[in-house]
Protein backbone atom coordinates (compact mmCIF):
# COMPACT_ATOMS: atom_id res chain seq x y z
CA UNK A 1 0.00 0.00 0.00
CA UNK A 2 1.44 3.73 -1.29
CA UNK A 3 -0.06 6.66 0.43
CA UNK A 4 0.01 9.97 -0.33
CA UNK A 5 -1.70 13.02 1.74
CA UNK A 6 -2.44 16.73 0.46
CA UNK A 7 -4.39 19.41 1.69
CA UNK A 8 -2.26 21.28 3.77
CA UNK A 9 -1.61 24.89 4.16
CA UNK A 10 -1.73 28.13 6.34
CA UNK A 11 -4.76 29.07 7.80
CA UNK A 12 -5.79 31.49 10.66
CA UNK A 13 -7.38 30.22 14.01
CA UNK A 14 -10.40 29.32 13.78
CA UNK A 15 -10.74 28.47 10.04
CA UNK A 16 -10.68 25.05 8.66
CA UNK A 17 -8.80 22.54 6.03
CA UNK A 18 -9.65 19.21 4.88
CA UNK A 19 -6.53 16.24 4.44
CA UNK A 20 -6.89 13.96 1.91
CA UNK A 21 -4.95 10.84 1.95
CA UNK A 22 -4.88 8.59 -1.47
CA UNK A 23 -4.04 4.78 -0.99
CA UNK A 24 -2.83 2.11 -3.86
CA UNK A 25 -3.78 -1.08 -3.86
CA UNK A 26 -7.20 -3.00 -4.45
CA UNK A 27 -6.71 -4.35 -0.64
CA UNK A 28 -6.90 -0.97 0.84
CA UNK A 29 -10.33 -1.28 2.34
CA UNK A 30 -9.51 -3.99 4.37
CA UNK A 31 -6.51 -1.40 6.47
CA UNK A 32 -7.02 0.75 9.43
CA UNK A 33 -5.96 4.20 8.66
CA UNK A 34 -4.78 6.57 11.33
CA UNK A 35 -3.81 10.64 11.08
CA UNK A 36 -1.02 11.57 12.77
CA UNK A 37 0.60 14.34 13.33
CA UNK A 38 4.16 15.87 14.78
CA UNK A 39 4.85 19.49 15.77
CA UNK A 40 8.36 20.15 16.33
CA UNK A 41 10.63 18.72 18.94
CA UNK A 42 7.86 16.82 19.78
CA UNK A 43 6.77 12.61 19.16
CA UNK A 44 4.44 12.35 16.30
CA UNK A 45 0.92 11.45 17.94
CA UNK A 46 -2.11 9.62 16.62
CA UNK A 47 -5.24 12.44 16.25
CA UNK A 48 -7.69 10.39 14.55
CA UNK A 49 -8.19 6.85 13.00
CA UNK A 50 -10.68 4.94 11.36
CA UNK A 51 -11.22 0.60 10.80
CA UNK A 52 -11.65 -0.85 8.08
CA UNK A 53 -15.63 -1.43 9.20
CA UNK A 54 -15.51 2.36 9.59
CA UNK A 55 -15.11 2.76 13.72
CA UNK A 56 -13.72 5.97 14.58
CA UNK A 57 -11.40 7.26 17.28
CA UNK A 58 -10.18 10.58 17.79
CA UNK A 59 -7.65 11.82 20.55
CA UNK A 60 -8.91 14.15 23.01
CA UNK A 61 -7.40 16.98 22.16
CA UNK A 62 -9.27 17.14 18.44
CA UNK A 63 -12.19 15.42 19.68
CA UNK A 64 -15.81 17.43 18.54
CA UNK A 65 -13.15 19.33 15.71
CA UNK A 66 -11.76 16.69 13.50
CA UNK A 67 -13.43 14.04 11.73
CA UNK A 68 -12.12 11.49 10.06
CA UNK A 69 -13.80 9.39 7.23
CA UNK A 70 -12.99 7.16 4.54
CA UNK A 71 -14.93 6.64 0.36
CA UNK A 72 -13.28 3.10 -0.07
CA UNK A 73 -14.26 3.08 -3.67
CA UNK A 74 -11.89 5.92 -4.39
CA UNK A 75 -8.94 4.67 -1.85
CA UNK A 76 -9.42 7.83 0.27
CA UNK A 77 -9.37 9.04 3.74
CA UNK A 78 -10.40 12.33 4.37
CA UNK A 79 -9.65 14.47 7.64
CA UNK A 80 -11.81 17.65 8.07
CA UNK A 81 -10.14 19.81 10.65
CA UNK A 82 -12.63 22.56 11.66
CA UNK A 83 -12.22 25.52 14.64
CA UNK A 84 -8.18 25.10 14.01
CA UNK A 85 -5.97 26.12 16.76
CA UNK A 86 -2.64 27.11 16.89
CA UNK A 87 -1.67 24.05 18.81
CA UNK A 88 -2.67 22.11 15.59
CA UNK A 89 0.11 23.39 13.89
CA UNK A 90 1.94 20.56 13.00
CA UNK A 91 2.93 17.69 10.02
CA UNK A 92 -0.03 15.78 9.11
CA UNK A 93 0.96 12.20 7.92
CA UNK A 94 -1.42 9.41 7.21
CA UNK A 95 -0.74 5.91 8.19
CA UNK A 96 -2.27 2.37 7.14
CA UNK A 97 -1.78 -0.68 9.16
CA UNK A 98 -3.74 -4.16 9.01
CA UNK A 99 -5.75 -3.32 12.15
CA UNK A 100 -6.71 0.02 13.69
CA UNK A 101 -4.15 0.50 17.05
CA UNK A 102 -2.93 3.11 19.51
CA UNK A 103 0.55 1.85 18.67
CA UNK A 104 1.78 3.98 16.15
CA UNK A 105 4.90 1.42 15.12
CA UNK A 106 1.89 -0.92 13.89
CA UNK A 107 1.07 1.22 10.76
CA UNK A 108 3.04 -0.13 8.71
CA UNK A 109 2.72 2.05 5.73
CA UNK A 110 2.88 5.97 5.58
CA UNK A 111 2.65 8.73 3.25
CA UNK A 112 4.83 11.59 3.03
CA UNK A 113 3.58 14.50 5.32
CA UNK A 114 1.41 18.18 4.92
CA UNK A 115 1.84 20.92 6.41
CA UNK A 116 -0.44 22.48 8.55
CA UNK A 117 -0.14 25.89 10.12
CA UNK A 118 -2.63 27.65 12.36
CA UNK A 119 -2.10 31.27 12.28
CA UNK A 120 -3.01 33.15 16.08
Known amino acids: VQLQASGGGLVQAGGSLRLSCVAS????????VGWFRQAPGKERELVAG???????YYADSVKGRFTISRDNAKNMVYLQMNRLKPEDTADYYC???????????????WGQGTQVTVSS
Open 95 to 109: AAGVYFTLVRDEYHY
Open 25 to 32: GRTFSKYA
Open 50 to 56: ISSGGVT
